[in-house]
């Protein structure tokens, strides 16, 4: 076997295979005298059938079948002949299998382009400054109170009224073309909550039950429905019920109701501001990361796998389609929302690839690696995440090859950046001194 590598771009190479005619002649030879105890052609006994028989009759398909496996068997020693490291699978050609000649093919694949990257330990990065506020106590209980209230319907005639839940059945029309997926017959809005969006929550006000009306929005960035974005809606809207959230007080029974373990409000209210911190801590520690990544990759250009980059990108969008699924939406069947969300995502996706490729770059260079030890934790965090037994979730992972090599790249990433934060100079701000991390990993607008 004769191998070479050309290079067609920073990321793509094409690998040239060739296999010598002899090994093409004793492979041919073989496989037509296991075919000649096997085939079955009237007037020829088993194992008596001459080869231009077999030839003429199974020659096409010999030929192809044996190609198939020669590239099957030979890929693998040829890239590590090679050195080369494929991120993409192989888009093959070949030449057609003949006896007396040698077999050819070749493989063109993307490879992560050679790269440095200079200056990553001893960086300078900021990390806010924690501070769970009574401010912020006070909503997160506020927000507990919500979940705990009853939903009463409004039985009197009177018109519905800002924090007024409205029980609504809608249809939008763009140019007085209704638009595919956007009707319900059956939407729960909070007015003032601009869940849905401001203006539209504002039209609601003074409708009574049974009212319809037209209310005419026009969609700017991020909001409830993203196909939407930049277009003028009208929706014609019917109010079908009225109903108010009826609150508990907020007082030591309520506590107590909560929680066995609470004998009082003030005891909630500890309780809370533990909650608060940890998210705060957990927050801070990641939005630290992710400005120390910025300032280690700022400057640091060098073309992408685009196969890389399409699979991260088509990863985000279903991972949002599925998210959008579960709320009642069914975007998966507008070609236009499934372009745009693609066309929205590629940046992010973009970034996280190049982050990755730094990080493993840096692992390699720092010789950092996934020991046993990590997985042990890790599988601990999910099972204390998901319920589940430690044991149980290692057995999922450990059954599913891909998903396992998955999750111990993302372990060998966090490794590797914690390790490099460990080095760098971290200054503590106040949240308004904050220079923001450049995280574009968001649903798209």
């Known amino acids: 076997m004769k191998t070479s590598v050309e290079e067609l771009s920073a990321v793509q190479r094409k690998l040239s295979v060739v296999?010598?005619?002899?090994?093409?002649?004793?492979?041919?030879?073989?496989?037509?005298?296991?075919?000649?105890?096997?085939?079955k052609?009237?007037?020829?006994?088993?194992?008596?059938?001459?080869?231009?028989?077999?030839?003429?009759?199974?020659?096409?398909?010999?030929?192809?079948?044996?190609?198939?496996?020669?590239?099957?068997?030979?890929?693998a020693p040829a890239l590590e002949e090679t050195g080369l490291k494929p991120v993409s699978p192989p888009h093959s050609e070949k030449e057609p299998l003949q006896a007396e000649k040698d077999f050819a093919y070749t493989a063109e694949v993307e490879v992560v382009p050679p790269f440095e990257v200079p200056n990553y330990l001893g960086i300078e990065v900021q990390k806010e400054r924690p501070a769970v506020t009574d401010a912020d106590v006070a909503q997160r209980m506020e927000e507990i109170r919500n979940s705990r209230g009853n939903l009463i319907d409004i039985t009197e005639d009177r018109p519905l009224a800002q924090d007024d839940l409205a029980l609504i059945a809608y249809e939008g029309f763009e140019n007085d073309?209704?638009?595919?997926?956007?009707?319900?017959?059956?939407?729960?809005?909070?007015?003032?909550?601009?869940?849905?969006?401001?203006?539209?929550?504002?039209?609601?006000?003074?409708?009574?039950?049974?009212?319809?009306?037209?209310?005419?929005?026009?969609?700017?960035g991020q909001q409830h429905m993203?196909?939407?974005a930049g277009k003028t809606i009208r929706f014609h809207v019917t109010l079908k019920e009225i109903k108010v959230l009826d609150l508990p007080a907020l007082d030591d029974e309520f506590a107590r109701g909560l929680d066995e373990s609470l004998t009082n409000l003030e005891d909630l209210k500890v309780k809370v501001r533990e909650a608060l911190t940890n998210e705060q801590t957990a927050r801070i520690a990641g939005e630290t990361k992710a400005r120390l990544l910025d300032n280690i990759t700022a400057g640091l250009e060098f073309e992408l796998p685009p196969y890389l980059v399409q699979a991260e990108t088509d990863q985000a969008v279903q991972n949002f389609v599925q998210n959008l699924a579960r709320s009642g939406a069914d975007p998966g069947n507008v070609p236009e929302l499934m372009q745009k969300l693609e066309s929205d995502f590629q940046p992010a996706a973009a970034k996280r690839i190049r982050e990755m490729l730094v990080l493993k770059a840096i692992a390699k260079q720092e010789n950092i690696t996934v020991e046993e030890e990590d997985l042990t934790r890790r599988f601990a965090q999910m099972g204390a995440a998901y319920g589940q037994d430690a044991d149980t979730?290692?057995?999922?992972?450990?059954?599913?090859?891909?998903?396992?090599?998955?999750?111990?790249?993302?372990?060998l990433e966090e490794k590797t950046l914690d390790y490099i934060l460990e080095k760098a100079v971290?200054?503590?701000?106040?949240?308004?001194?904050?220079?923001?991390?450049?995280?574009?990993?968001?649903?798209?607008?």
């Open 393 to 411: 979730v290692r057995r999922f992972y450990q059954e599913n090859e891909e998903v396992m090599a998955s999750m111990q790249s993302r372990v």
């Open 41 to 75: 052609i009237p007037g020829f006994r088993p194992n008596k059938i001459p080869r231009r028989i077999l030839e003429a009759r199974f020659g096409q398909d010999v030929a192809e079948d044996l190609a198939r496996t020669l590239i099957q068997e030979t890929f």
């Open 177 to 220: 073309v209704a638009l595919e997926g956007v009707k319900t017959d059956n939407y729960m809005v909070r007015v003032g909550s601009h869940s849905f969006h401001p203006v539209f929550e504002e039209g609601l006000i003074g409708l009574r039950k049974g009212d319809s009306k037209d209310i005419t929005v026009t969609f700017e």
């Open 19 to 39: 296999i010598a005619a002899d090994e093409i002649n004793q492979r041919l030879a073989a496989t037509y005298r296991d075919l000649a105890r096997s085939a």
């Open 426 to 445: 971290v200054t503590e701000v106040d949240p308004a001194e904050l220079i923001p991390p450049q995280n574009t990993d968001k649903e798209p607008s």
């Open 226 to 228: 993203p196909r939407l």
